[in-house]
């Protein structure tokens, strides 16, 4: 079985101060059940088993150490019948009490999985465990990372003279996980008032998902969100308290949270109703809370405060990032890497461009999916820029390429990168022309290299082709609306599809000198037939510039293809031929004329500016050939035009020295 638990934001716990009086305490580090304990089960496994934390762990429900024993029942390890599993506590006198609490570590999540639940109850009986009364339901660990401590009141129960408590697992008929226990105690709570700060976030709100994610990267004159916990450390209830988050760089907000009823232990998630504009640079940003019950006492002015931050950066309008996303129509978690892809390439257009690379379907590019898969260790995953590990395409993890994109894009290019990319109608031959214009004196290995993509494709509607979404129904979160869509997604639509990658992973070899100057350009031009079954109105070139070194990609620029009508090389005063094609300086111009008449050549760059021109003079019927030296020009993709009498005739010519 594997069950995948995704998305938990971890909260640090605070220890306990020191009580006033303590009535029964176990922390199992003996390893087996301590005298006293007992437990009732239906679970061929025995039930609450005590240990190590790995040795109490399986595949999919793992514990996370202690440092020491801890007690648990693990339904994912045996699959049994734990609906049942109930472990009690010696009897306890609480006759002289005034405001007992259970206290525990858990390590528990309340999961479903396979349309059944699992639920943890802790139940107390006074006659001697003949009936039992519910005293709390345990919640879920905010963090899946660590033992959460938890307290649970015992005041019903106060002026008994023998208590037992118990901790009843159901895993509701179904195949779930479990529960972990440790340092169980029964307690009566320090006296006095402490609000004590546990956590601050500095968030942003991405309506595409929608979300609060993680402000550790954003841009400048965001948004920032904040969020956080506070905890009662004492007897005293918190029912209000004031907060005022402010920026190291300027700006404050402040707030009342009233109408809580916060016992001791208890913790509680917050937001501010405002935000603040993120400045540039790093932003630290302080919370401090004041005012408890609205008299300002607090036995502990020490915690009182938290900090996040937040770095808000100037994107370049010359820097591309370029994001390189693992991804398949098997991968159930990768519509959310087709959601921030499309995202990011709508909402940064000047900064992002996305990459699809296919993996085991129908749209593989065997070289590219081979080559970033000795990058990432799962899928969806992405690489942005070839620099840095691995990121996941959502903010919702860390790292993700919407922080690598602010870091990246806000650099000063090495250099700027321009392009044409024109296709024949008639015979889809690809012409893509790219420059490299160097912002700095450049040595080394750099390469250009080209990646063609396309946008909209469905497949046919069979299987290869469907989508399978794992956010059907909603289960794990929403996700730009995928959620709401079956799985799997038939007819879903793919963008950003990588269809050929025309330089080999690094780029072509020699394609940028190997010292170059700042402000120089430098062009190479690729050839490629576009398969017929791709749809050129949708397709994109993108050329790049790479360190074949380090693999960095240093910059990019994409471009619609640009489809031209085919040329018609028939003509009834003369024929045209022009070779070597590519060329790397002289072309020979072949007229083959049925009458005499003058004639020249002129050269144009793809931009339209005529570079060279040469008069032949008057030409005689039959053929004729004259050479057009082309070597003072840089590479790239030039139009040789050939005026005979009244006609002009047009070939295209690649210049590679």
Partial sequence: MRKKLLGFISISLLSTAAFCQTYFTENFDAGVIPAGWTQTTLASDGGWKFGTSASLSSTSFTFPSTGSNIVATNDDA????????????????????????????QFYFAGTYGGATEICRIEASIDSGATWSLVSVMTSNASGAAFESKAASLATYVGQPSVKVSILYNDGAGFLFGAGLDNVSIVEPPVGRDLAVQSLSSAMYLPVIPAYVSASAVGVGQKIEFGFNVKNTKSTMITSFDATVSASGGGSRSQTFTG?????????????????????????????????????ADDDVSNNTGTATATAYTLNPTKKFVVEEGTGTWCGYCPRGAVMVDYLSTAYPDNFIGIAVHNSDPMIV????????????????????????????????????????FERASIAPLATVALTAEMNSASRALVVNSTATYTTNLSGDYRINVVLTEDGITGDGTAPWNQTNYYAGGGIGPMGGIESLANPIVGFEYNHVARAILGGINGTTASLPASGTSGSSYSYAYSYTVPAEYNASNMKAIAMVINATTGEIVNAQSASLTIVAGINDKSTDASLNVYPNPTTGKVIVDLNLANSMDASVKVYSVLGAMVAQKDLGTMHAGTNSNSIDLTNLDNGVYMIQVTTGDQVTTRRVVLNK
């Fill in 78 to 105: 045996c699959n049994c019948d734990k609906s049942a599993d109930r472990l009690i506590l010696p009897s306890v006198d609480l006759t002289t009490t005034t405001a007992p609490f259970l206290l525990y570590d």
């Fill in 260 to 296: 809580l009823s916060l016992g001791y232990l208890a913790a509680i998630d917050l937001q501010f109703d405002s935000s603040l504009a993120a400045l540039a640079g790093l932003n630290n940003y302080t919370l401090t809370i004041s005012n408890i019950n609205g008299t300002g």
């Fill in 366 to 405: 065997p070289e590219y999916d081979t080559y970033l898969g000795t990058k990432i260790g799962g899928y969806p995953s992405c690489l942005g820029d070839r620099q840095g590990t691995e990121c996941d395409p959502s903010p919702q993890y860390d790292p993700s390429i919407y922080g690598r994109m």
